[in-house]
């Protein structure tokens, strides 16, 4: 096998792939026990943040303990051979590390409730005067929490197969 290549910081790509993703998951520990639970999210300027409601485990846990890990992975083409196995599978991953917190400053919280519209309804991203719709505008945020989670590291890996042999790279950076 080719030695991995690692890229001392490789923010960019892990960026690009945070973005692309639909999905993610939070990591959380509850005591011993591990608790992962899978959320829409955004990526902005070394944070992810998220909705949820104003009450559930998620919230409970992260305020017992602020320690998380987040993951996202896109899974790119078919299944492949390598070492005459059909085995392997293209792929990007991004695993963040940091501590969640829930978001208080309300002028943050529109901002990032907006960005988070915009990724997934094209209606935010069209001018208000067109159809578009901006956060608050016609509703109250008042009973959705949004946590932000402050990345303090980032690795990733990138797998793919090219003429039978699978090259792996891999990310690394600190905030």
């Not at 090259?167 to 905030?175: A, D, I, P, V």
């Amino acid at each position: 096998m080719e030695k991995d290549e690692l890229v001392q910081d490789g923010l960019r790509e892990m960026e690009e792939v945070l973005k692309r993703a639909e999905v993610g998951r939070i990591a959380l520990a509850d005591g011993s026990v591990p608790y992962v639970v899978p959320l829409n999210f955004i990526y902005d300027k070394g944070k992810i943040a998220f909705h949820c409601s104003l009450e559930g485990k998620k919230l409970d846990l992260i305020a017992k303990n602020p320690n998380c890990c987040f993951v996202v992975d896109e899974f790119m083409g078919k299944v492949s051979y390598h070492y005459a196995a059909k085995c392997h599978l293209d792929y990007d991953s991004v695993l963040a590390f940091g501590k969640a917190r829930i978001e208080r400053d309300e002028p943050e919280r529109i901002r990032l409730l907006q960005l988070f519209g915009e990724k997934h309804d094209e209606r935010y991203r069209k001018p208000i005067a067109d159809g578009g719709l901006e956060i608050g505008q016609n509703k109250p945020i008042d009973g959705c929490c949004c946590v932000v989670i402050d990345i303090e590291q980032m690795t990733g890996r990138r797998e793919r197969t090219e003429d039978g042999k699978r090259q792996k790279t891999m990310w690394r950076h600190k905030f």
